[in-house]
């Protein structure tokens, strides 16, 4: 960049052209006060200086950019304090009182906290510290995680409604606000005031200057350079890859460089990116803007320049952010600062300063509005006066600021319209502005004027429109519910006209809505293109609080209820009559029934546009129940008086509605398509009910409460189009068209039953807000039990997302805690089942048929009655109290007979069990509301119900026809009513129990005993009825059961699907059976050496599970299978921190790291399949998946991945099972070689081997001792082996201990050997395969030692014993791995393993003086046990006859080689593990801790006393055997499932105690571990004296290294705080070391290591193999070799990663105190680590069970595939 000139003559040379050295800021000062215009003065200063001030563009010396700012900076401090600043600031701190406010600003990612109990609106938070010091910690509290922006409002008294300060910020909201500009020192707020205004000016100038302008006069540079920037702002339309592939092309410059610059774009909102002559700028803008320019998007935008305005330009940013901080030290300073930017200058006309910068707000760039938006939060905000004068100066803009965002693509956060969350939620504040500043209707003519660009005559239409720009609009109507959030305590006149000028405002709004976008019926054919209909109902879920707040509103003043009211009703009956205009022309229809009549002109919602938009006639019906709750009804007649309140007019509308929905229902608007569909449903669900399907309801019971039952309900039968139904005689239809008509009239049915039963809303029936909420949950627990969270979300919200349930939950039903894995639930007391209504309003279709066959089955249970009878309702408030008369009206009993007596004659199909329900549900309600009138005591005459008279009388309207009561009668016998038969019997005992009561009250009530005698016979005989029906149904159940077992039986048999029971059942046959006949008592159950117990050969019977044939393993046959997955592991690592080595090409893999850094393991599912079944599988799995996408499957065919065929566990090899050969010791034989062959004669003889082998091969001794090439080792060995291979009798001496042929395995099983052993190299070594390399057996073996030391670690963990535990499934799966690695010397080449054995064995050979050997604290001894004692055979080998050791052979071998490898280990402990003891420490003095002591001097001895100390001997035998422990159970492990002799019962036992005797005895070495070492001393001392002198150890001794100590720290999760909040916390502390944004992150910690990362974030990506791949996936590469656990504490779950390509989601251990998980943090209730699952997830790990996990996750849910795990 050619800046060159610029610093060239920056701050170095002589600024401007000024002579003379520069001032000092006194002097300047000094001449800024004497001058006549401080302005001038200023900006003259300015005008030299700030041009220095280069643009962040530039990549020239920061370091001179700073100290450009500090010197304009200083300046102004110097001339602001009149005193060097520090002194300045020093004596502000002094004297500023502690402020109010916390006003902390929140970072994105911080938690946020907010009470239930007390918060004022759920925006009203605090920080976590203020939090912490609150009383709120102890009440119901929410936490959130913050977007950044908000404040705490700790201090404020209006947020709370108690604790509004906590213990640190007390002090503070006591105090009254004072004048603190008053207590600053003399002068300073007079030249505060002068500088504040001079500043705040010309940063407006600055920020608001547009490029056709000059710079202010007393800014222009004295000589315009040509010196440009080119400017590249930031919008939301491009994405970022987008705008670093278009800079990358038009500046030609690097992917890094682009993405810096894009970065910085995205975070300030603009960025230079050249800097030239005028004419290269142009250029270059001509190439971003052809470059970016494309049909779908418009070009980015740039400018050119000024580098001086540039300058200036972020000069003024500089300047607001030094305001911000400078306010925020000084009370006094802040007020006066507010006092400059809010005075408005008398002399102008112009808005006050602050107001000027805020109209400029949608012009300005991200980081300038950032900046004043901050200083706006720390000063305007902080002063409660003058944020009431910033709050007027908001409201006056408020129109234009809100257009302007609108048109902004900025998002809502950086614009300054969001600041209303701050004004408009402060209860006196949002008040003062309503009554003083008519904000009510401000706001409400905004959201008009934005919405007309939607207006078709006059009603609102959403045809075609953009998203983001409505969502915009949208938030105005959150302000308009902030607002609204606190009812006035106190109403004035001048509040009620101004609330009522915006409540007129806000009835102009609905009645755009009234009516909008109706719709047509489609006959014939199907609608083509479905119609707009979200928009209107996401509006409509906004407007549901604020219409339920604004009659909150109304309701408290009696005055302004009865004259909203009176306006709704005026403005309603306006729109229904321009809407019936349209019908003028229509005729009036009378309609005649029952002899009444009623008139009205001819609707039919099934062929006339109908809207489901009514948000007029709801909002009336709102006030009316309010008129009704506080009596205020009365005063009506004043304000509308009844001859205009035209109900049927009023209750038109909703009904049309409600009848829509029937037929939709009835199935008759399908042409209409989903989005008709989704409307029915919407208008019913808990977001939107309240404020429509709820007020059409009361609609129509207010007009029920007003008009004449029988007109009310053939207006219902007219509108439902059914009058001719219930009128005429039947004709006989078409049978669509009669299912049809039956569905609509269940509705109508069903209707009726909510018009006089639902009495739940307080104002209708005498109820309070509780027992609504009750009810609800009542209902809603009827279906099933439920968790918490999906209570919450069925039940509707208020304002404050307050539900209510936590008031009632308790009271109604019982909370039952979750199990490891699902959720706690609720579940009702029986007592409150008596409540449920089966056909409560709210309940879905779906939900009541199962809510209905839960009450069923449990009534059932409980031989009790099944019917389920209406309960009894509360009663109506005065105002509804007519309602009822519905239920006695002549035409309802006319449509109750109509039913009936369709149904009696069961032969026509005009009926329906349903209907005949709801008819019983409808006679039960009037019987009951008889009952309650005359149990009432109301007097005989004033009872007005006469539905027994009228259900009992014959043909009362109707001629001839039968009365309710014997038709009912008849209805027992109806076959296809069986159902309800309880439910009729219970109808006719209600008939029986009000004939009583009117009996009573009659004169004559003689007869009343009796007859209450018969009624007690017949309970008795319905008694005994029921109790024989209760037997016959439990024989049935138990014949059902019977049959469902043997179907179950058979299923099981013929389907493989059901594996838990087909492998169950080999099981119990096969594997051990034949063992345990060879086990006899006095067997001593040692494992090892000539005392070895006799095992017999496995017999192993397995059942393939694809062909489903058994099958017995033999060696000699073809093979069986185990589906197996092999994977890396790092569950035991020590090294978690340092990258795994051990990998690859040219890695040599004979000795594992005691870190274990990195491991094989094995596992398997336990499914067995026949090898040829197996191939036949995979081949058509690998064939049918081949085509299809590659992202849709769980599993990589490329490396050889499957699903196993019956559980779908992930596998990507399978595994040969192999039984366990035969052992026996011939007692004699044994006796003698024990006497002959001592462990060094045994080694003598190995040596001899390993030599003789060495020297008769012909390539050389590279080949067998490769490490050792100098020439002085040579030779030495050339000289030893020359002796020994004179004595070719010595040579052979090992093979004359016995030997025996080798065990020949079938051409499939070596097959299948080899399979295997290539897939755990492969996986292994992260190489291709290769089945020849010298490696596999190696990788083998380690895979073997891995595998048993993981599954030792988790039965350790879970404190189970050794054997006996494990599940079947791994017990097999073990069996075969051992097996596996055992074979491998007959598989592999014996030259090959010869050659490792001679390496491994190096570490004993003490004479070959090797130098060049591992350090025994390098080695893993269990590791080099295995491979020790699996490729020792192959000593054997003689090139003409293949012989392996006979079985005495093997246990000498076995047993010797164990002891040495016992031997080194325990030294191992002693050196590594012994370091930080006690000098001193009581104990007794055993023998073992003597022998300890004595081995320990030995140590020091040979380390040349670099063992400093001498600890107690008890010491050291404690430290040994704990430290040995893991290791003696991993051999007893191994040699159990090597040789299969059965382990001392001990081992097998629950008790810790033996534990350690009992595995000595198994493992044949003597409990006092030193005596090996004095057996064994002429061997074992030049071996201790080797080891000691070992370099590293000599290191380590000094402490310059360090090593694992024993026993191993068993590796865990890392720990998690108890309360999630602190997780979130030290989240939103955390720092990116490689960002400098504060801007929000995915912060996930990793679960193994604890680290920190960005995850999905371009900071912290990572180049691998040429892929950028996000962080976690980075770091999974070596903290889990691949696989990663990572807790996303923003979103609280925990990613599963294993790779590149897969992962998944699963929540995290934490739940709230409703025992759920909180993913994505939606709920925000407290959240507790539960120790179960998180110890689950340890599990998940340790187990290897991770990547099995996600197969899981992924196979069950599709979605998760689609992800890119690669960028997290
Ligand atoms: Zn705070
Ligand atoms: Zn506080
Ligand atoms: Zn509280
Ligand atoms: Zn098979
Ligand atoms: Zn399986
Ligand atoms: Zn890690
Ligand atoms: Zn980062």
């Known amino acids: 960049m050619a800046d060159g000139e610029l610093s060239g003559a920056s701050l170095g040379g002589e600024p401007g052209g000024r002579g003379g050295p520069e001032p000092e800021p006194e002097q300047l000062v000094r001449s800024w006060q004497e001058g006549v215009d401080l302005c001038s003065g200023i900006y003259q200063h300015l005008k030299e200086y700030v041009p220095l001030v280069l643009c962040s563009g530039s990549e020239a010396k920061p370091a001179e950019e700073n100290l450009a700012y500090q010197k304009?900076?200083?300046?102004?401090?110097?001339?602001?304090?009149?005193?060097?600043?520090?002194?300045?600031?020093?004596?502000?701190?002094?004297?500023?009182?502690?402020?109010?406010?916390?006003?902390?600003?929140?970072?994105?990612?911080?938690?946020?906290?907010?009470?239930?109990?007390c918060a004022i609106d759920p925006t009203c938070v605090l920080c976590v510290d203020c939090f912490q010091n609150s009383v709120h910690k102890n009440h119901r509290y929410k936490m959130n995680s913050s977007y950044g922006g908000g404040f705490c409002d700790c201090g404020d008294v209006e947020a709370w409604k108690t604790g509004p300060a906590c213990k640190m910020h007390e002090h503070g909201a006591s105090e009254d606000s004072v004048n603190s500009a008053s207590q600053l020192p003399v002068g300073l707020a007079e030249r505060a005031q002068q500088l504040f205004a001079i500043i705040f000016r010309y940063i407006i100038d600055m920020l608001i200057w547009t490029e056709d302008k000059e710079l202010p006069l007393g800014l222009q540079p004295r000589e315009k350079t040509d010196s440009y920037f080119c400017v590249l702002f930031n919008d939301e339309q491009h994405s970022f890859e987008h705008v670093i592939h278009s800079l990358q092309r038009s500046l030609g410059c690097s992917q890094r460089e682009a993405q810096s610059h894009t970065t910085l774009i995205d975070r300030e909102g603009r960025r230079a990116v050249k800097h030239g002559t005028l004419q290269s700028c142009q250029e270059t803008k001509l190439d971003v803007i052809n470059i970016t320019n494309s049909v779908f998007q418009s070009p980015l935008r740039v400018e050119i320049l000024h580098s001086s305005v540039v300058s200036h330009q972020n000069f003024a940013l500089r300047l607001l952010s030094w305001l911000s901080q400078v306010v925020s030290n000084s009370?006094?300073?802040?007020?006066?600062?507010?006092?400059?930017?809010?005075?408005?200058?008398?002399?102008?006309?112009?808005?006050?300063?602050?107001?000027?910068?805020?109209?400029?707000?949608?012009?300005?760039?991200?980081?300038?509005?950032?900046?004043?938006?901050e200083l706006i939060v720390c000063s305007l905000l902080m002063e409660t006066e003058y944020k009431r004068l910033f709050a007027i100066e908001f409201i006056t803009h408020y129109k234009q600021l809100q257009l302007e965002f609108v048109e902004d693509d900025h998002d809502r956060n950086v614009s300054v319209t969001a600041q209303s969350v701050q004004i408009?939620?402060?209860?006196?504040?949002?008040?003062?502005?309503?009554?003083?500043?008519?904000?009510?209707?401000?706001?409400?003519?905004?959201?008009?004027?934005?919405?007309?660009?939607?207006?078709?005559?006059?009603?609102?239409?959403f045809q075609s429109y953009s998203q983001d720009k409505l969502s915009r609009k949208q938030m105005v109507l959150y302000d308009l519910k902030y607002v609204l959030i606190c009812k006035p305590p106190l109403w004035t006149d001048k509040l009620r006209a101004h609330f009522f000028e915006g409540f007129k405002t806000f009835l102009k709004l609905l009645k755009t809505m009234q009516n909008m976008e109706p719709m047509s019926r489609q006959i014939g054919q199907h609608l083509e293109i479905e119609p707009e209909w979200e928009p209107a109902f996401a509006i409509q879920v906004l407007l549901k609080c604020i219409l339920s707040m604004i009659q909150e509103w109304c309701a408290s003043d009696e005055q302004v209820l009865l004259q909203a009211y009176k306006e709704c009703h005026r403005l309603l009956s306006q729109c229904t009559n321009e809407c019936s205009q349209r019908d003028?022309?229509?005729?009036l229809n009378t309609l005649n029934m029952c002899g009444h009549s009623i008139s009205l002109k001819r609707y039919l919602v099934s062929r006339e546009p109908v809207s489901i938009h009514l948000p007029l006639s709801r909002l009336l019906a709102g006030l009316h129940v309010h008129l009704s709750k506080s009596g205020a009804i009365d005063k009506l007649e004043e304000y509308v008086p009844s001859s205009e309140f035209q109900v049927e007019k009023l209750m038109d509308y909703p009904l049309r509605c409600l009848v829509l929905m029937a037929q939709v229902s009835a199935d008759m608007w399908r042409r209409n398509g989903f989005s008709l569909v989704n409307q029915a449903f919407c208008y019913r669900k808990v977001k939107w009910r309240e404020e429509m399907f709820d007020k059409d309801i009361i609609m129509l019971q207010i007009a029920a409460s007003m008009m004449d039952p029988n007109r009310f309900l053939m207006f219902l039968l007219s509108r439902f189009e059914l009058f001719e139904v219930f009128s005429k005689s039947p004709v006989p239809r078409n049978k669509d068209v009669i299912q049809q008509t039956n569905v609509l009239v269940e509705e109508l049915l069903h209707l009726i039953i909510i018009v006089v039963g639902e009495r739940y809303v307080p104002g209708v029936g005498h109820v309070k807000k509780d027992d609504v909420t009750l009810r609800e949950v009542i209902h809603l627990l009827c279906i099933e039990p439920m968790p918490h969270s999906e209570l919450a979300q069925s039940l509707p919200e208020n304002e404050s997302n307050e539900t209510g349930l936590e008031n009632v939950i308790h009271q109604v039903a019982t909370f039952k805690k979750p199990g490891l894995s699902g959720h706690g639930v609720y579940e009702l007391k029986p007592e409150y089942l008596k409540h449920f209504n089966l056909f409560f309003y709210h309940y879905y279709k779906s939900q009541q048929t199962k809510a209905e066959d839960e009450q069923k089955k449990r009534k059932k249970q409980s031989n009790s009655n099944e019917a389920l009878p209406p309960p009894l309702p509360p009663p109506f408030y005065s105002t509804f109290v007519k309602v009822?008369?519905?239920?006695?009206?002549?035409?309802?009993?006319?449509?109750?007979?109509?039913?009936?007596?369709?149904?009696?004659?069961?032969?026509?199909?005009?009926?329906?069990?349903?209907?005949?329900?709801?008819?019983?549900?409808?006679?039960?309600m009037a019987l009951q509301e008889e009952q309650r009138q005359l149990e009432g005591g109301v007097a005989e005459e004033d009872v007005n119900f006469d539905v027994y008279l009228k259900a009992t009388r014959v043909g009362s309207s109707a001629v001839n026809a039968e009365s309710i009561l014997?038709?009912?009668?008849?209805?027992?016998?109806?076959?296809?009513?069986?159902?309800?038969?309880?439910?009729?019997?219970?109808?006719?005992?209600?008939?029986?129990?009000?004939?009583?009561?009117?009996?009573?009250?009659?004169p004559c009530s003689a007869t009343e005993a009796a007859s209450q005698k018969t009624n007690e016979t017949t309970q008795d005989e319905d008694k005994a009825e029921r109790k024989r029906k209760a037997e016959a149904a439990k024989l049935y159940r138990q014949k059902i059961m019977a049959q469902m077992s043997a179907m179950q039986k058979n299923f099981i048999e013929s389907n493989k699907h059901l594996y838990e029971k087909a492998t169950e059942a080999p099981k119990q046959e096969t594997v051990r059976t034949e063992v345990d006949s060879i086990t006899n008592a006095e067997d001593p159950g040692v494992a090892l050496g000539p005392m070895q117990g006799a095992t017999a050969a496995e017999k192993i019977i397995l059942i393939c599970i694809l062909c489903q044939e058994e099958q017995e393993v033999k060696t000699d046959e073809m093979a069986m299978v185990l589906a197996a997955c092999v994977q890396r592991s790092t569950a035991l690592s020590k090294r978690r921190s340092r990258t795994i080595t051990n990998l690859g090409d040219d890695c040599d893999p004979l000795i594992m790291h005691p870190d274990l850094g990195c491991g094989t393991h094995v596992g398997s599912c336990g499914h067995v399949m026949h090898a040829s079944c197996w191939q036949k599988y995979f081949e058509a799995v690998q064939n049918s998946t081949r085509n299809r996408l590659h992202a849709e499957l769980p599993f990589d065919l490329e490396t050889g991945e499957f699903l196993c065929p019956l559980c779908k566990a992930l596998c990507n090899t399978v595994l040969p099972v192999i039984p366990q050969q035969a052992h026996n010791l011939d007692s004699k034989d044994t006796e003698t070689v024990a006497q002959i062959l001592t462990l060094s004669r045994w080694l003598q003889n190995v040596v001899t081997r390993i030599i003789g082998l060495n020297a008769s091969d012909s390539k050389g001794l590279q080949l067998f001792?490769?490490?050792?090439?100098?020439?002085?080792?040579?030779?030495?060995?050339?000289?030893?082996?020359?002796?020994?291979?004179?004595?070719?009798?010595?040579?052979?001496?090992?093979?004359?201990?016995?030997?025996?042929?080798?065990?020949?395995?079938?051409?499939?099983?070596?097959?299948?050997?080899?399979?295997?052993?290539?897939?755990?190299?492969?996986?292994?070594?992260?190489?291709?395969?290769?089945?020849?390399?010298?490696?596999?057996p190696l990788m083998a073996w380690n895979a073997c030692a891995f595998t048993i030391q993981s599954i030792e670690n988790i039965l350790n963990d879970e404190d189970k014993v050794l054997f006996g535990s494990l599940p079947d499934r791994q017990d097999l799966s073990l069996r075969a791995v051992l097996q596996f690695a055992a074979s491998q010397r007959v598989v592999a080449s014996p030259k090959v393993i010869q050659k490792h054995l001679t390496r491994l064995m190096s570490v004993f050979l003490p004479h070959l003086n090797v130098e060049d050997t591992w350090s025994i604290l390098d080695i893993d001894f269990f590791h080099l046990l295995v491979s020790l004692v699996l490729a020792f055979p192959s000593l054997y080998w003689e090139e003409t006859v293949e012989l392996q050791p006979s079985d005495i052979s093997c246990a000498f071998n076995n047993l010797y080689l164990f002891h040495l490898v016992t031997m080194a280990h325990i030294v191992q402990i002693l050196l590594t593990s012994t370091t930080d003891c006690p000098m001193e420490q009581d104990g007794e003095e055993s023998e073992e801790s003597q022998s300890a002591a004595e081995l320990y001097e030995m140590l020091r001895e040979y380390t040349s006393r670099s063992l400093e100390y001498k600890p107690h001997g008890c010491y050291l035998w404690n430290c040994v055997k704990c430290g040995i422990f893991p290791f003696l159970r991993c051999s007893a492990l191994f040699f159990n499932y090597l040789l299969g002799v059965p382990p001392p019962e001990e081992l097998s036992k629950d008790s810790s105690e033996g534990q350690f005797e009992a595995l000595c005895l198994y493992l044949a070495l003597p409990t006092n571990l030193f005596k090996l070492f004095q057996e064994h001393k002429d061997i074992v001392s030049p071996l201790l004296q080797r080891w000691c002198s070992d370099s590293s150890v000599q290191s380590f001794l000094k402490g310059e290294r360090t090593t694992v100590q024993y026993p191993r720290e068993r590796n865990q999760l890392m720990e998690l705080p108890e309360d999630y909040s602190c997780i979130l916390n030290q989240g939103s502390q955390y720092k990116c070391s490689r960002s400098s944004d504060d801007e929000t992150k995915n912060l996930a910690l990793c679960m193994f290591c604890g680290a920190m990362l960005c995850s999905e974030s371009p900071c912290c990506r990572e180049e691998v193999n040429g892929e950028e791949i996000g962080a976690c996936v980075a770091h999974a590469i070596n903290c889990g070799s691949g696989l990663g656990m990572f807790l996303r504490i923003r979103e609280c779950q925990v990613l599963l990663l294993a790779g590149k390509k897969r992962g998944c989601f699963i929540p995290a251990p934490y739940l709230d105190d409703y025992g759920e998980t909180d993913q994505l943090l939606r709920r925000g209730n407290p959240l507790h680590l539960c120790t179960e699952r998180y110890k689950k997830l340890e599990r998940l790990w340790q187990q290897h069970r991770i990547l099995e996990e996600i197969t899981r996750s992924q196979d069950m849910n599709q979605v998760v595939i689609g992800l890119d795990w690669q960028q997290f």
């Open 72 to 117: 304009l900076l200083q300046t102004l401090e110097w001339y602001l304090f009149g005193e060097t600043p520090a002194d300045g600031f020093a004596k502000l701190e002094q004297s500023n009182s502690s402020s109010q406010l916390c006003g902390r600003v929140f970072k994105g990612g911080e938690a946020t906290y907010s009470c239930r109990d």
């Open 584 to 587: 003028a022309r229509k005729q």
């Open 884 to 924: 009822t008369s519905i239920l006695s009206c002549d035409v309802l009993m006319l449509i109750l007979r109509t039913v009936l007596q369709r149904a009696v004659d069961s032969t026509g199909r005009l009926w329906s069990e349903a209907m005949v329900q709801k008819t019983l549900h409808l006679i039960c």
């Open 424 to 461: 408009f939620t402060v209860p006196t504040l949002a008040r003062h502005l309503i009554e003083e500043h008519d904000a009510l209707k401000i706001i409400i003519e905004t959201i008009i004027e934005l919405f007309s660009e939607h207006m078709d005559n006059g009603k609102l239409h």
């Open 331 to 373: 009370a006094g300073l802040r007020q006066i600062f507010c006092e400059v930017v809010l005075n408005q200058e008398p002399e102008s006309d112009q808005p006050c300063l602050s107001s000027r910068l805020m109209l400029a707000d949608a012009k300005l760039w991200k980081g300038a509005r950032k900046a004043f938006h």
């Open 1265 to 1336: 001792f490769p490490e050792m090439t100098s020439s002085e080792n040579e030779s030495k060995l050339m000289q030893a082996s020359a002796t020994s291979w004179k004595d070719a009798v010595e040579f052979r001496s090992i093979l004359s201990f016995g030997v025996q042929s080798p065990i020949k395995y079938s051409k499939s099983i070596v097959e299948m050997l080899q399979l295997f052993a290539t897939a755990v190299f492969r996986v292994g070594l992260k190489v291709a395969p290769n089945e020849a390399d010298s490696r596999v």
């Open 966 to 1002: 014997s038709l009912l009668e008849k209805l027992r016998s109806v076959p296809q009513l069986d159902a309800q038969k309880d439910m009729i019997i219970w109808t006719l005992q209600m008939f029986e129990a009000v004939k009583k009561l009117r009996e009573k009250s009659s």
